[in-house]
């Protein structure tokens, strides 16, 4: 295969201000970044704050021209990527080619919804760069920006992205790349414009070979979440609880398979396969063991959420107090935290123990923050944003550090990972309440039902930033002084006022991206980029990106698209 082919056939000039202008210094900074990255041994994905605190240390320490700092970032993320772009099958990775890479005035190409069909004329680099990537098995879009690639990395046929573009897009596509935890490496053009450019084809060359022995890879989490609800079937479920004939046995097993996310017994599932970088399809007995637990231990506090919230309706269903009473409802509450319990002493004589001591400290510490708002709801009283906040912290973070822990201890890795494992899972906890919080102001329940059923970081920022007249009449609608329909348009009014809602999704962004830099210090590509696609997840941070209009008809005038 040719790999000594040229840039460009048409006239070099100089590169843009914000790019080094020669190629010897190009590959000076290339060996720089190298040196550095080697040395810190960084693990993606790494945010575009700490890509750029490093780069600047770089030009710093090598007087390099500051301008050039975010070429810089892209080549410090390509090495960051390197080695676990290597380890992907050229069959799993996708070379993005710009369009701005063809001779506008003579390319013969036609254009579809997707991006440029190249006609092979040999006018262009793009030829040459297509043939030997799909040659290795690559697929191959010359298009910016497309939808189409986020769509099949979520499917799971690309795991890798090869990309080339300009400054600009690379910058305004790397948030996609990094919340998806996609590994890649990318090319700058040499100067932007959309249209006769040129770029360091050696270095897309580089790229496209990369080959190596790293074992990271990418967890296909769509195929995960469906073999974990599959866990819940009847016959799954029988055979491993073996309910017989008892009717509270039945009546557990009946709530477990009820519908749900299984977000927890995913999150176990996730970390295990992560951390263990097994290949196998097939989930052990053990694994299974502790997945069910976890659902166990989340089914059972509902339950008894139900009943302390006066709830009647779960899953378009009766609740278990409403339909057997509070008596029933607690027992079978209460069998199935033993009945998880007891699945995770079965899983493992060498960690069995330490993950009794992390599901009932978990435990614990989430009836400590029920009880919390349990005393509060019998004695109603304005709380501020902190009070609120360590509730939420006691009440919704323990969930998500068990399932995360459970999983690394049956990988026997919680040691090394506990530490980082409870600060993520804090910050993630506090964060997806305050997203409940705010999702409940705008359901049809709407601001009665926030009031009446639990402490509101909404309100008690609002409490706070009010004053006189304002502050009473929140004080009496929190303390149940007054119904919460009579004042409810004179609370959203207050609401409106003091920017509550703009504050608490600040708020919330503050502990989204605090759970992100937690991750910083994992070494593990693999779990790393699972802990942060889970946020993406969560919050629905990857939206729909458009850096091009790749997709234009031609006009009357029958002119190709530019």
Known sequence: MRRDIIASTRPVRRPQVDIPSTKEQRNKVLRLVREYAAQ???????????????????????????????FLVVLLNNEIWRQTVAGIPYNKRLLLLPKCLRDQDNCPADFDEIGLICRHCGRCILSELQAQAEQLGYAVLIAEGSPVVMSLIETGKIEAVIGVSCLDVLEKSFPYMEAGAVPGMAIPLLYDGCADTSVDVDWVLDAIYETGDDESYRLDLHQLRNKVQDLFTLERLTSLLQPGQDRTRKLAMDWLRRAGKRWRPFLAVSTYRALTSTGSRAFSQELIKVALAVECFHKASLVHDDIEDGDVLRYGQKTVHAEYGVPIALNVGDFLLGEGYRLLVETS??????MLQ?????????????????????????????????????????????????????????????????????????????????????????????????????????FERAGGDDKELLESAWKRSAEANTVSDEVSNILATTQAKRAAIDLMESYRLRAIRSLATLQNATLKGLLRRLVSKIFSDIDVMDCCNEYKAPDAGGSKPG
């Open 40 to 70: 810190r041994n960084l693990v993606g994905p790494v945010s575009l704050d700490e890509l750029q605190r490093h780069c600047g240390q770089i030009i710093k320490t090598s007087a390099l021209n500051p301008k050039h700092l975010k």
């Open 349 to 354: 004589a060498d960690c069995g123990a330490k």
């Open 358 to 462: 992390v599901a009932s400290a978990g435990h614990k510490q989430l009836c400590l923050g029920q009880g919390r708002e349990l005393f509060w709801m019998r004695e109603p009283r304005p709380l501020g944003v902190a009070e609120v906040i360590d509730i939420f912290r006691a009440k919704t973070s323990p969930a998500f550090e068990v399932a995360l822990r459970l999983g690394a201890i049956l990988a026997g890795q919680d040691e090394q990972l506990s530490d980082t494992l409870i600060e993520y899972s804090r910050s993630l906890g506090i964060a997806y309440q305050i997203m409940d919080d705010v999702n409940d102001f705008d359901s049809k329940a709407g601001l009665g039902d926030l009031i009446q059923k639990r402490p509101s970081v909404l309100l008690a920022i609002a």
